[in-house]
């Protein structure tokens, strides 16, 4: 079975610039998390959708923005990036939320680099 | 809220001694608990779970960890170190479906 894919994995933009980070969950996962990794540092918390709704949301400015489409895939987006954007960007999916103790499954990870 | 102390960003350890590696968390309600392992430009693996069942808990690769309440620690640990073990592990609490993780914990093992 495939895992949390994510695409693209590698990215370089400029400052100013608006990125789109793509994730597709585990097959009957329907609950996806997105964490930003700065180097050096655990992952921090951005968005949690399930069912086509955000569920939570972390400390990040309204420059970053998601959403979850019907089959469970989900979109993370940036605006006006700035060089503190640069980061390992992480999503996470898990199963049905009401019995789900937090266990997440991540994929491999989008790397951003600003310039 | 909660929150996830790991005590040591880098530990080193001979190849074929003890890991043991520190995490102790703060909630106002009983928690789960794991324990996830990343190594270089890859995501995060689950290594182990506590999910208030046994307080001892086995993972893969030979790691365990031991949830204690009155100390409010959850540390991992492995009786002997391979060199495949080398890799950055963070401590992470989930609390309602929200989950925080720690800083993480770089392990270095010298051959």
């Known amino acids: 079975d495939a895992g949390v894919t994510q695409s693209p994995t590698h990215l370089i933009k400029t400052r100013g610039q608006h990125v789109t980070l793509r994730c597709s969950p585990i097959s009957g996962h329907k609950s996806v998390s997105w964490y930003q990794q700065v180097l050096g540092q655990g992952p921090q918390f951005i968005f949690q959708?399930?069912?086509?709704?955000?569920?939570g949301r972390g400390n990040f400015p309204d420059r970053f923005s998601a959403r979850q489409f019907p089959n469970y895939s989900s979109e993370l987006n940036v605006n006006a990036l700035l060089l503190g954007d640069s980061a390992l960007y992480l999503c996470a999916s898990s199963p049905q939320i009401a019995a789900n103790t937090g266990e997440l499954f991540f994929g491999e990870g989008s790397r951003l680099t600003v310039l | 809220a909660q929150s996830v102390t790991q005590l040591g960003s880098h530990v080193s350890v001979s190849e074929g001694a003890l890991v043991l590696l520190r995490c102790n968390y703060s909630?106002?309600?009983?928690?789960?608990l794991f324990w996830y392992v990343q190594y270089p430009n890859q995501g995060l693996q689950l290594l182990l779970k506590?999910?208030?069942?046994?307080?001892l808990v086995k993972g893969i690769n030979g790691f365990e960890a031991e949830f204690k309440k009155s100390e409010t620690s959850f540390h991992l640990t492995k009786p002997s170190a391979h060199m495949s073990d080398a890799a950055e592990y963070f401590c992470?609490?989930?609390?309602?479906?929200?989950?925080?993780f720690g800083t993480g914990t770089k392990l270095q093992v010298i051959p």
């Open positions: 506590y999910t208030s069942a046994a307080t």
């Open positions: 959708y399930y069912e086509k709704e955000e569920r």
């Open positions: 909630s106002s309600v009983p928690p789960y």
């Open positions: 992470a609490v989930s609390v309602y479906q929200k989950v925080t």
